[in-house]
């Protein structure tokens, strides 16, 4: 499994700082979406500099103008993007036939996905899915008695990343799932000592516990 830090909500010089702080405990970088909207492709620019040899994944959440969005980010320096499953089909396809031709990859990330739409989505083998608590529903609902990510379907022979309030309390909970992505932000990023929360998290998804 990677641990992929992700980004949001600061400066691209704090995010910098955050990221070398913890650099040898992560695998993936995210420019989250709320740092690209304040700051812009410049924030993808920044990063891949500062970081050339980590994966970097930008959080645009495509939902159109894929062919552009694809072209601004791939050529900012992006290795992954993320695009909603939601999207119309068209714009999937884009995302995913852009990123091959430039032997990059493209996460759909199944927010709000229902099931009549998931087995058309799973026909894209390339793509990474991800599995994701929104924001919102973290901060503006009652927390739920289990991490809802447990209550989406089995997704077998696919690459699965997992996002949305995990923490060192709840890592071992979404690791039933079996991703190979664990994206992990305020968790790390909030921490007092970030080096630390950042490498107990990739100690603990590297541990393979008995799941059944």
């Not at 058309?120 to 809802?148: G, M, N, R, T, V």
């Not at 997992?162 to 992505?181: H, L, Q, Y």
């Not at 990023?189 to 590297?206: G, N």
Request: charged share 25%; with cysteine.
């Amino acid at each position: 499994m990677h641990l992929q830090l992700a980004l949001d909500r600061m400066t691209i010089d704090t995010a910098i700082e955050v990221t070398k702080e913890v650099y040898n405990e992560i695998d993936w970088i995210e420019i989250g979406t709320s740092l690209i909207k304040e700051f812009g492709i410049e924030s993808i620019q920044a990063m891949k500099q500062e970081f050339p040899d980590k994966i970097l994944v930008a959080d645009m959440k495509t939902m159109d103008n894929a062919k552009y969005e694809c072209q601004l980010c791939f050529e900012a320096g992006a290795d992954v993007l993320t695009v909603m499953g939601a999207a119309p089909a068209i714009t999937v396809e884009t995302c995913l036939n852009e990123a091959a031709k430039r032997k990059k990859q493209v996460m759909i990330d199944l927010l709000n996905v229902n099931l009549e739409r998931l087995p058309q989505l799973l026909q894209y083998e390339e793509a990474i899915f991800c599995l994701h608590f929104s924001k919102d529903q973290q901060e503006l609902s009652a927390p739920p008695q289990q991490h809802p990510l447990l209550f989406f379907p089995a997704l077998e022979g696919v690459r699965i990343a997992v996002a949305g309030g995990i923490s060192i309390d709840t890592v071992e909970t979404v690791k039933r799932m079996n991703p190979s992505i664990v994206i992990v932000g305020s968790a790390i990023t909030k921490a007092v000592d970030k080096k630390k929360a950042a490498r107990e998290l990739k100690q603990a998804i590297l541990f393979r516990g008995d799941y059944k």
